[in-house]
């Protein structure tokens, strides 16, 4: 009893080659499927992050816009900006600055690709094509290009 030995198959090279490349591609395609799921998990994310900017979701932005467009007309009449190259209403500046961080974060959102660009652009295109037309001198004067350049870099890219 003393001299038994457990023998063990001995493969050959080519049943090993053949282990270690299903073992290559298993891991391969494993790969592969986890890149596909990252991928449509973060273009869904990019939707729904989208679809989170609808102007209607935010009360205070509706609040200002509305109140912009009615103190001066800009959806209606382009010869408001005559008025706007001046001071600017006291009482409106807060809405004016609500409205230009609104559109400005959403500028820069999409200029590093956190949203999905055309849903963005079919759903408020218009609201900001306009409202960058009406107050783009406000926008550019006294060193806020430097803060709004997402914002006017996205208007010169949309309104044409």
Not at 9 to 29: G, T
Request: net charge positive; proline share 1%; charged share 25%.
């Amino acid at each position: 009893m003393l001299g038994v030995a457990i023998q063990v198959a001995e493969f050959s090279p080519s049943v090993i080659d053949f282990f270690q490349i299903v073992a290559s591609l298993a891991a391969a395609a494993s790969a592969i499927f986890a890149g596909i799921h990252i991928y449509r998990d973060t273009h869904w994310r990019k939707i729904a992050r989208t679809l989170s900017h609808s102007p209607y979701r935010n009360e205070e932005f509706l609040k200002a816009i509305r109140q912009l467009e009615h103190r001066y007309q800009c959806f209606e009449d382009r010869k408001s900006n005559q008025v706007i190259t001046g001071k600017i209403d006291k009482t409106l500046t807060k809405d004016l600055v609500l409205a230009a961080n609104y559109f400005g974060q959403m500028a820069t959102e999409l200029e590093n690709g956190l949203l999905h660009e055309n849903i963005a652009k079919s759903s408020l295109k218009w609201r900001f094509v306009k409202f960058c037309s009406v107050f783009e001198d406000w926008l550019t004067r006294d060193g806020r290009h430097e803060i709004y350049k997402d914002t006017l870099s996205l208007y010169r890219r949309w309104k044409g």
